[in-house]
């Protein structure tokens, strides 16, 4: 493989509004991308958790039963190695050892698990991206903060810590999503996160129509919060919450950065 990346998200408790798997799918239709393996079902799955579906084709009628599928996109400079499926409800510490075996065989630079978490960020506002690592020399080499967080985990962080203890430099980005605007699909998270994918790839991905459907989406929770004066002045008190506390950030000199480092990646391409 040319220089491959791991990027992975799963259906349920780490993916609000579907916004981390949208990325997977958007990543896989915009590129050549050639399924390599799923893992069994049978293993991992309780079905009454997760039921098959029932599919109807031009050859008839069709059980898809749920499952993590692992793929390869072939983007121009590199290969992306991508992992979906929903949050397995049986063994992860097995799901776990079987995935990262077959990271280690593809040695990958960098293993991206994706997330998105109910918050109290103003849709109007760019939905904040969380970034993380167990690994400290890669936080450092990031400038991540350190995470605090104890308590309940999900598949994301059992598979980040597997790779973590095999060896394997891993970080997690979490888009923030409004909780009050929490149905899918949020194209505003899914391009936050595809955003900070690109700077961790240091590549230019094809965006394709999803910026003008985050527009859309954004001005779409626009007209439904003026409808409703209470709505409205709630989302009015977040956003001001959020200017104050970014206010510090907010400097000319780190959106002249941000500015340029997006037209330096968008060059190569150019």
């Not at 698990?113 to 690994?135: E, F, I, K, N, W």
Request: aromatic share 6%; with cysteine; glycine share 6%.
């Amino acid at each position: 493989m040319r220089r491959p990346v791991v990027v992975g998200a799963f259906e349920g408790w780490n993916d609000a509004a579907d916004a981390a798997t949208a990325v997977i799918d958007h990543i896989a239709s915009s590129y050549p991308t050639d399924l390599i393996f799923e893992l069994d079902s049978d293993d991992y799955y309780d079905y009454q958790m997760v039921r098959p579906q029932v599919v109807n084709d031009d050859d008839g009628r069709e059980i898809v039963w749920p499952t993590t599928s692992v793929s390869v996109s072939h983007l121009p400079g590199r290969d992306v190695v991508l992992l979906k499926g929903p949050e397995p409800n049986l063994h992860w510490q097995r799901f776990c050892t079987s995935l990262v075996s077959a990271f280690r065989s593809l040695e990958p630079e960098l293993v991206i698990l994706l997330g998105a978490m109910l918050t109290d960020s103003p849709h109007s506002r760019p939905l904040p991206v969380t970034a993380a690592s167990g690994d400290k020399a890669l936080a450092r080499a990031l400038g991540l903060e350190s995470s605090s967080y104890e308590g309940p985990t999900g598949i994301t962080g059992v598979l980040g810590d597997a790779c973590r203890r095999a060896g394997l430099r891993e970080i997690s980005l979490w888009a923030s999503v409004p909780h009050y605007v929490a149905a899918p699909p949020n194209p505003k998270a899914t391009l936050a996160l595809l955003s900070r994918v690109e700077d961790l790839l240091d590549t230019a991905l094809e965006l394709d129509d999803l910026p003008e459907l985050a527009r859309a989406w954004t001005r779409g929770v626009d007209e439904l919060a003026a409808e409703d004066t209470e709505i409205s002045e709630y989302i009015e008190s977040l956003e001001a919450q959020q200017d104050e506390n970014e206010l510090p950030q907010a400097t000319g000199d780190s959106i002249a950065a941000e500015f340029e480092r997006y037209l330096r990646r968008r060059g190569q391409d150019g």
